[in-house]
């Protein structure tokens, strides 16, 4: 039997944990926000040290995708899970524990994969709830949909900074040549740019400079590269008091999440004429994808793709409010996705 309870969180629509003695599941669903639609938001299976750093975490998760979806013009509203505990935990009761939790929403929370959990997992979830998304045999793997996603941001970025979007003849410095960082690569070699990657595997990187025409430095030396665009590709905090310092590039754009270690790095790249491209903007054609999955009939590539465009036109909108307002990208990038949901809030409320 799995425990259920409600707790309450201040700007939170819905915040539960869930116990089931059973299966040893521990886990936390929080739903911010609904106003645009339901709160889709994946599932993470993480070795938290203790409840509270778990709650943290799935708090500033389920508002991140709040201002995600709104900002990628989807009908969603900001949810996620988090399971204290790691892999080796996983079974089949485990999993339908989760998806008694999941279901207990009625359909509020929508969940996906997210770190340690794979698709097999999620269909073991799915026996016990319908609201899932990301299923084996529906929308596929995000990332190569996240990198045109990312490729689109950039263009918007490009467009801004030097009036035409074209990766001619530019300089384009990407650090990590992983499943995003790599179909990025090519998609900017393929328009004339010029690639600089680094990875911590030597080998993915130079597998990426051979197929882009690029070359390879190394993971200490691709944010001091003279270039146009510096494209952080691998983890989060790349933005930080000392990378700062080094960087010799006009635009920050890439795929990996919270590459601002804090707000104020974002304050700081506007200082010195540095243009940043919102992480969560920029890198969420995957959720665009998997969004598509809940249309009716079902999966679509092609409307999918082209609901990307939204990426392009988001980022317009917040590099007129950057411009307007005096303020940096990433807190353009909050107001409009908060206006977004407040303008949507009024109208349900008239
Ligand atoms: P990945 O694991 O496939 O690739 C990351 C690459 O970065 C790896 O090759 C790794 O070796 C390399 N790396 C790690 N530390 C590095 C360092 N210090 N310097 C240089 N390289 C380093 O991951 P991915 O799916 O390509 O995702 C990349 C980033 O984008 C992550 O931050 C991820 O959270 C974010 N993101 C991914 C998706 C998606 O659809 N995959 C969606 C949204 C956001």
Not at 318 to 338: M, Q, V
């Amino acid at each position: 039997m799995v425990e259920i309870t409600e707790i309450q969180v201040d700007g939170y629509e819905c915040v539960k944990r869930a116990i089931d003695p059973a299966s040893g599941l521990h886990a936390y669903i929080s739903v911010h926000s609904t106003v645009l639609g339901p709160a889709l938001g994946g599932m993470r299976l993480w070795p938290y040290a203790s409840e509270e750093e778990a709650m943290t975490d799935v708090l500033r998760l389920s508002r991140g995708m709040t201002y995600k979806a709104a900002c990628a013009g989807l009908a969603l509203g900001g949810g996620k899970s988090v399971i204290i505990g790691d892999p080796s935990m996983k079974s089949d009761a485990f999993f339908e524990a989760m998806g008694e939790f999941v279901d207990s929403f009625g359909g509020t929370y929508i969940t996906a994969e997210d770190v340690n959990i794979k698709v097999e997992d999620m269909g073991i979830v799915a026996r016990k709830s319908d609201h899932v998304v990301g299923l084996a045999g529906k929308s596929g793997n995000p990332s190569p949909k996240t990198a045109w996603g990312v490729f689109l941001g950039l263009k918007a970025t490009l467009e801004d900074v030097y009036g035409s979007d074209s990766c001619d003849g530019k300089v384009f410095a990407i650090e990590g040549a992983g499943s995003v960082g790599s179909v990025l690569a090519d998609y900017i070699a393929k328009e004339g740019g010029k690639i600089v990657v680094a990875d911590i595997f030597d080998e993915s990187a130079q597998r990426v400079a051979k197929a882009t025409g690029g070359t390879v430095v190394g993971p200490d030396e691709i944010r001091a590269v003279d270039c146009d665009v510096y494209a952080p590709c691998a983890l989060g905090g790349s933005i930080n008091d000392e990378s700062i310092a080094e960087l010799k590039c006009k635009i920050v754009c890439g795929a990996a999440n919270n590459q601002l270690l804090e707000a104020r790095h974002g304050d700081k790249l506007r200082e010195l004429g540095i243009r940043y491209a919102p992480d969560y903007v920029v890198n969420a054609a995957g959720l665009i994808n998997v969004y598509d999955e809940m249309m009716p009939g079902g999966y679509n590539e092609e409307r999918a793709v082209k609901n990307m465009d939204q990426i392009r036109e988001s980022m317009r909108s917040i590099f007129a409010i950057s411009n307007e307002e005096g303020i940096s990208t990433a807190t353009a990038a909050d107001r409009f996705a908060e206006r977004r949901v407040e303008e949507a809030r009024a109208k349900a409320n008239a």
